[in-house]
């Protein structure tokens, strides 16, 4: 719940023009804004003609009805979204999202052709408390058991260590990599072609500083950025490292 309307077509302005800065031919990686949406009809205007993405920060399941406050799929395709995130932890934490509301919002956007982008993680105590993987399991597991595994060949999942989130603090490469690398490997249980394709994004205060060696694990392939977004030169700052990994 960041910027205004100003904001939102200065950033994307910014970072179209890195893009373009690298040229057509030499981009080798995708990249998608998902500002609030009071400002997607803003954002719809200043992507057009990039090559930046939109998507939204949540979606209803629901196609219309008596949901006030809330906004549909249908809806965001009149912005051309192509991408929503859900269960951000933040819509776990502060709103009570559940495993089985997000499994069927995650449902709807495969049904909707819209990519969903699935947030998981876990907090400082379940990490303190040895539970990781039971809690990326479990998350994984509630929108596998609705969708079934061939959903993902259309999906990306984002590990948000939730610890690592507007704190400062960041998992260690490795710490990231073996999270990564457990959910790959849930995924390749069901169909090994989908999960050695999947894009499994890394959310956990990624930056300038530490974005070349979180993105040089083997199995993250790709950042979701918090406050190191709201800033033209630091997200940018974040492409770049992608860009020079995909160089060498």
């Known amino acids: 719940m960041n910027g205004s309307q100003q904001m939102t077509a200065e950033l994307i302005s910014g970072i179209s023009d890195y893009l373009q800065s690298i040229g057509d031919a030499a981009l080798s990686f995708d990249v998608l804004v998902c500002p609030p949406s009071a400002y997607l009809a803003t954002a719809q205007s200043a992507v057009l003609g990039t090559q930046v ?12 009805g008596a949901f006030t406050g809330e906004i549909s799929l249908p809806m965001l395709a009149e912005f051309e979204c192509e991408y929503v995130l859900l269960g951000h932890s933040e819509r776990r934490e502060l709103f009570a ?18 990519l969903p982008v699935l947030c998981i993680g876990e907090t ?43 704190t400062g603090e960041t998992a260690s490469p490795e710490q990231a990599q073996a999270v990564h690398k457990f959910i790959r490997n ?10 050695e394709k999947v894009q499994i994004l890394y959310g956990g205060s990624m ?9 040089a694990q083997a199995d993250i392939d790709g950042g979701l950025i918090g406050g190191a977004a ?14 020079k990994l995909n160089e060498n």
Not at 53 to 64: F, I, P, R
Not at 186 to 195: G, N, T, V, W, Y
Not at 230 to 242: D, K, Q, Y
């Open 230 to 243: 709201l800033e033209v030169e630091s997200f940018t700052g974040i492409c770049e490292a992608a860009h």
């Open 97 to 114: 999202e559940t495993d089985l509301q997000i499994a069927e919002k995650f449902t709807a956007c495969i049904a909707a052709n819209v």
């Open 207 to 215: 930056k300038p500083s530490n974005a070349a060696d979180l993105l």
């Open 186 to 195: 849930k995924l390749s249980a069901l169909d090994a072609e989908i999960a």
């Open 53 to 64: 993405k939109l998507g939204a920060q949540n979606v209803n399941a629901n196609e219309s």
């Open 124 to 166: 400082l105590e379940q990490r303190q408390a040895g539970a990781t993987e039971d809690v990326i399991a479990r998350q994984l597991d509630a929108a596998l058991s609705v969708a079934g595994i061939q959903s993902f060949a259309k999906a990306v999942i984002a590990y948000e260590p939730v610890w690592a989130i507007g």
